[in-house]
């Protein structure tokens, strides 16, 4: 999908109906009350803890406090959605990332667009996944697997935290792009799904990194590849996906979103802030425990990256023709 930096900045800031000197004072009062940051996921969930983390930082640097609201269902919607109705005024923000870039085409009738509707404010972090099979399966390498794979077509399952999570959609990805049969078996949330992969009643899983790491280290599990297109430093042996199957990258991305028409000023002023918060060494620490990297980026360049993430997902979604649960 092709993207102007007019249509980015329109994205971010379309406050050109508020008179210049308005956006300046509100713009240099903010925040004069708490913000929320909502969550379309349940606490403990990873976009809640990158939330808490990111929110501390701003409470602090800002001196308001940053609030995490938890308004879990729908696959992240429900969060997307009290976003967009609330006033563009830079108290409602919303911890983004790839979910709703998914539920994007997932749901079609959704009563938002994501692209039109939520303004790209700071992108925080990106993270791999990992390839994980049961130590008992019968292959160590990916190219073993692929071949194992296409030996025994419908018979090899995959395991997902859900349909349209995004450890769903990196397997079928890569069943497009390595030209495999698997079986996808959906679970209600990562932990049961790797419960059973742990006991064997299923035989893969794309995985975030923080429940495979431990899983790996203990012999539980066997880890084949991570699914970004460079070595992970938290499992720096394993090779990427995209060494074997040209032109697979998946990964979990975090970020911070606004209702469209919040003032340009203080979308600039929450990615100046976000971008310090990445270049702090305790910040980093914790974001690499939950497997992450800190992803600075600009506002232009976020919402650029929000749109071709959007459009890739939907590319497989329709292609595999699938459906919400």
């Known amino acids: 999908m092709e993207i102007t930096r007019r249509t980015i900045l329109h994205f971010a ?15 240099q009062s903010y925040p004069a009350k708490p913000v929320r940051i909502v969550v379309g996921f349940t606490a403990g ?19 308001q406090p940053f609030i995490v ?9 429900l969060g997307a959605e009290a976003v967009v109705r609330s006033p563009p005024d830079g108290y409602s923000l919303l911890l983004c990332g790839s979910p709703e870039a998914i539920t994007a085409t997932l749901y079609e009738k ?4 994501f692209i039109r509707d939520i303004a790209p404010v700071a992108s925080i972090s990106r993270g791999p996944l990992v390839l994980v099979v049961h130590p ?24 997902s935290a859900g349909i349209g999570s995004v450890v769903h959609m990196a397997g079928e990805l890569f069943k497009v792009l390595a030209g495999v049969n698997l079986v996808h078996v959906p679970y209600r949330g990562l932990a049961p799904a790797v419960t059973d992969l742990i006991s064997g009643q299923v035989q893969a899983i794309f995985s ?12 539980k599990l066997r880890a084949l590849a991570v699914t970004s297109t460079t070595r992970s430093e938290a499992l720096p042996e394993l090779p990427t996906l995209s060494d074997f199957v040209p032109g697979y990258e998946a990964s979990l991305w975090q970020g911070l979103g606004a209702p469209k028409n919040v003032p340009a000023e203080i979308v600039e002023r929450l990615n100046k802030e ?25 506002t232009f ?25």
């Open 13 to 27: 800031a379309g406050a050109a109906a508020l008179p210049a000197v308005s956006r300046t004072v509100w713009a």
């Open 45 to 63: 969930s990873a976009g809640d803890i990158t939330a808490r983390l990111i929110g501390q930082w701003l409470s602090e640097r800002l001196a």
């Open 69 to 77: 609201e938890n308004r879990g269902g729908a696959g992240g919607t």
């Open 110 to 113: 959704l009563s938002y667009n």
């Open 136 to 159: 008992s399966f019968p292959t160590k390498t990916v190219p073993e697997f692929i071949a194992y794979a296409k030996a025994n077509p419908g018979k090899v399952t995959f395991a």
């Open 208 to 219: 975030t990194m923080p429940p495979s790491i431990a899983n790996v280290r203990a012999g």
């Open 274 to 298: 976000a971008n310090a918060a990445l270049a702090d060494v305790g910040i980093k620490a914790k974001l690499a425990d939950l497997g992450m990297l800190p992803v600075p980026m600009t």
């Open 301 to 325: 360049d976020f919402g650029k990256f929000i749109v071709n993430e959007t459009d890739k997902w939907g590319k497989v979604i329709r292609t595999a023709n699938l459906k919400p649960e």
